[in-house]
Protein backbone atom coordinates (compact mmCIF):
# COMPACT_ATOMS: atom_id res chain seq x y z
CA UNK A 1 0.00 0.00 0.00
CA UNK A 2 1.21 3.50 -0.92
CA UNK A 3 -0.21 7.04 0.13
CA UNK A 4 0.89 10.52 -1.62
CA UNK A 5 -0.35 13.18 0.14
CA UNK A 6 -0.06 16.65 -1.49
CA UNK A 7 -2.02 20.11 -0.63
CA UNK A 8 -0.19 21.45 1.76
CA UNK A 9 1.46 24.98 1.95
CA UNK A 10 1.11 28.87 3.36
CA UNK A 11 -2.04 29.67 4.24
CA UNK A 12 -3.38 33.59 6.68
CA UNK A 13 -5.08 32.84 9.76
CA UNK A 14 -9.12 31.85 8.79
CA UNK A 15 -8.21 30.43 5.81
CA UNK A 16 -8.64 27.37 4.37
CA UNK A 17 -6.60 24.25 2.41
CA UNK A 18 -7.48 20.57 0.90
CA UNK A 19 -5.23 18.30 1.45
CA UNK A 20 -5.32 14.96 -0.84
CA UNK A 21 -3.77 11.33 -0.61
CA UNK A 22 -3.46 9.13 -3.84
CA UNK A 23 -4.23 5.55 -1.96
CA UNK A 24 -2.74 2.60 -4.67
CA UNK A 25 -1.59 -1.32 -3.92
CA UNK A 26 -4.60 -2.02 -2.33
CA UNK A 27 -8.41 -2.92 -1.87
CA UNK A 28 -9.54 -0.09 0.44
CA UNK A 29 -13.07 -1.47 0.98
CA UNK A 30 -11.78 -2.71 4.58
CA UNK A 31 -9.39 0.01 5.51
CA UNK A 32 -9.54 2.55 7.87
CA UNK A 33 -7.61 5.85 6.49
CA UNK A 34 -7.12 8.91 8.22
CA UNK A 35 -4.67 11.77 9.03
CA UNK A 36 -2.31 12.75 11.75
CA UNK A 37 0.21 15.83 12.36
CA UNK A 38 3.28 16.35 14.24
CA UNK A 39 4.60 20.21 15.02
CA UNK A 40 8.36 21.07 16.07
CA UNK A 41 9.10 19.36 19.58
CA UNK A 42 5.50 17.85 19.50
CA UNK A 43 4.25 14.30 19.04
CA UNK A 44 1.86 13.09 16.57
CA UNK A 45 -1.32 13.20 17.02
CA UNK A 46 -4.71 12.24 15.46
CA UNK A 47 -6.48 14.42 13.12
CA UNK A 48 -9.35 12.79 11.44
CA UNK A 49 -9.99 9.05 10.16
CA UNK A 50 -12.84 7.60 8.26
CA UNK A 51 -13.81 3.91 7.48
CA UNK A 52 -13.27 3.69 3.32
CA UNK A 53 -16.40 1.20 3.30
CA UNK A 54 -19.14 2.97 5.47
CA UNK A 55 -17.66 6.47 5.75
CA UNK A 56 -17.94 6.39 9.27
CA UNK A 57 -15.37 9.07 10.37
CA UNK A 58 -14.21 10.48 13.90
CA UNK A 59 -12.21 13.34 14.20
CA UNK A 60 -10.04 14.91 17.22
CA UNK A 61 -11.77 17.54 19.21
CA UNK A 62 -9.45 20.30 18.23
CA UNK A 63 -10.89 20.41 14.68
CA UNK A 64 -14.59 19.30 15.06
CA UNK A 65 -16.73 21.67 12.97
CA UNK A 66 -13.22 23.45 10.88
CA UNK A 67 -12.01 19.95 9.34
CA UNK A 68 -13.56 17.46 6.98
CA UNK A 69 -12.44 14.25 5.88
CA UNK A 70 -13.95 12.31 2.90
CA UNK A 71 -12.99 10.40 0.04
CA UNK A 72 -13.47 9.37 -3.76
CA UNK A 73 -14.14 5.57 -4.02
CA UNK A 74 -13.20 5.96 -7.85
CA UNK A 75 -10.35 7.77 -7.45
CA UNK A 76 -9.00 6.25 -4.50
CA UNK A 77 -8.25 9.42 -2.75
CA UNK A 78 -8.71 10.53 0.57
CA UNK A 79 -8.93 14.74 0.95
CA UNK A 80 -9.12 16.49 4.44
CA UNK A 81 -10.74 19.87 4.01
CA UNK A 82 -9.50 22.44 6.46
CA UNK A 83 -11.22 25.30 7.11
CA UNK A 84 -10.83 28.57 9.86
CA UNK A 85 -7.36 27.64 9.89
CA UNK A 86 -5.31 28.75 12.96
CA UNK A 87 -1.59 28.75 13.68
CA UNK A 88 -1.99 26.52 16.25
CA UNK A 89 -3.03 23.87 12.60
CA UNK A 90 0.97 24.13 11.25
CA UNK A 91 2.46 20.88 11.58
CA UNK A 92 3.13 18.46 8.90
CA UNK A 93 0.05 16.28 7.72
CA UNK A 94 0.96 12.72 7.41
CA UNK A 95 -1.72 10.35 6.06
CA UNK A 96 -2.22 6.69 7.28
CA UNK A 97 -3.66 3.69 6.69
CA UNK A 98 -4.56 0.22 8.54
CA UNK A 99 -6.47 -2.59 7.44
CA UNK A 100 -10.06 -2.60 9.25
CA UNK A 101 -11.03 0.21 11.51
CA UNK A 102 -10.26 0.08 15.38
CA UNK A 103 -11.78 1.32 18.80
CA UNK A 104 -8.31 2.91 19.25
CA UNK A 105 -8.33 5.09 16.17
CA UNK A 106 -6.30 7.76 17.61
CA UNK A 107 -3.61 6.20 18.17
CA UNK A 108 -0.44 6.58 15.61
CA UNK A 109 0.72 3.32 16.50
CA UNK A 110 -2.43 1.32 15.16
CA UNK A 111 -1.57 2.16 11.52
CA UNK A 112 0.78 0.04 9.50
CA UNK A 113 0.60 2.79 6.51
CA UNK A 114 2.44 5.72 6.41
CA UNK A 115 2.64 8.16 3.75
CA UNK A 116 5.15 11.11 3.39
CA UNK A 117 4.01 14.43 4.69
CA UNK A 118 3.32 17.43 3.59
CA UNK A 119 3.60 20.86 5.35
CA UNK A 120 1.04 23.04 6.00
CA UNK A 121 2.33 26.40 7.62
CA UNK A 122 -0.70 29.05 8.91
CA UNK A 123 0.84 32.64 9.43
CA UNK A 124 -1.38 34.79 12.22
Known amino acids: VQLQASGGGLVQAGGSLRLSCAAS????????LGWFRQAPGKEREVVAV????????AYADSVKGRFTISRDNAKNTLYLQMNRLNPEDTSVYYC??????????????????WGQGTQVTVSS
Open 25 to 32: GGSFTDYA
Open 96 to 113: VGRIRWTTNWSSASEYSY
Open 50 to 57: IRWGGGRT
